[in-house]
C-alpha cells in the first residue's frame, strides 16, 4: 500500500489486465452451486464479462448465473451527482432469493456505491450472502463496509480519482485524473 499523503505518479498504477488475472484466481474458490455473480456498472460489468470468459469452466460447471446493477436511483448523493448519460437499467434475470452473491465493482472507495447496490439487490429478494469484490481498493472508506476480496489495494491522495477504463480492443487499464468535484463515487 502507498503512503496515503503521497500523490501517485500515473506510472505507478498496476497493469489492470494483470490485476483481472489475479482477481480470477482469486475468485475461482467461491465459484460454487447456488452462487450468482453481479457486476456494478460500468467497470464492475466490465469485470464481470471478462471474468465471465476467464473462469468460464467454474461458470458452467456450477451453473453460475450473472447480472447487472446500475446503481444511480439508489445512491445517497444522487440529488448532487444527477443522472449520468450512460445510464443502464439493472438486469436481474434470476431469483436472489437465498443466492450466495459476489458482487463485483472495479473501484472500491468509500463504500457508497456498495451500500447503494445492497439496497437494490434486496429489492429483488433476500440473498443468503454477499461478497464484495474490486479490482483495486483505493482506501478512503466512509462506511463500515470493504470488499473481502481485492487484486490490489493503493492509498490515493484525496483529490486524485482512479477509475477503470475499457479501451478500444476491450482490454482494461486504470487511469488517474484529479477529482472534479466534491461528489465522490
Do not use: C
Amino acid at each position: 500500500m502507498t503512503d496515503a499523503n503521497h500523490t501517485l505518479d500515473p506510472s505507478q498504477l498496476p497493469d489492470a489486465e494483470a490485476l483481472l488475472h489475479t482477481l480470477a484466481d482469486k475468485l475461482k474458490p467461491l465459484l460454487k452451486a447456488n452462487t450468482a455473480l453481479v457486476g456494478i456498472h460500468s467497470g464492475g460489468v466490465w469485470l464481470m464479462q471478462r471474468l465471465l470468459v476467464l473462469l468460464a469452466e467454474q461458470i458452467k460447471s456450477h451453473q453460475i448465473e450473472h447480472g447487472t446493477l446500475d446503481v444511480s436511483f439508489y445512491r445517497d448523493d444522487y440529488a448532487q451527482r444527477g443522472l449520468k448519460a450512460e445510464n443502464r437499467p439493472s438486469q436481474i434475470a434470476f431469483d436472489v432469493e437465498n443466492k450466495h452473491i459476489i458482487l463485483i465493482d472495479d473501484v472500491f472507495y468509500t463504500g457508497r456505491t456498495t451500500r447503494a447496490a445492497m439496497n437494490e439487490l434486496f429489492d429483488y429478494g433476500r440473498p443468503a450472502s454477499i461478497t464484495l469484490i474490486a479490482l483495486v481498493n483505493r482506501g478512503g472508506r466512509e462506511l463500515p463496509i470493504a470488499p473481502q476480496m481485492v487484486a490490489a489495494d493503493l492509498s490515493l491522495a484525496a483529490p486524485q480519482h482512479l477509475q477503470l477504463i475499457q479501451l478500444a480492443d476491450g482490454s482494461l487499464a486504470l487511469e488517474l485524473t484529479p477529482q472534479h468535484n466534491s461528489a465522490r463515487p
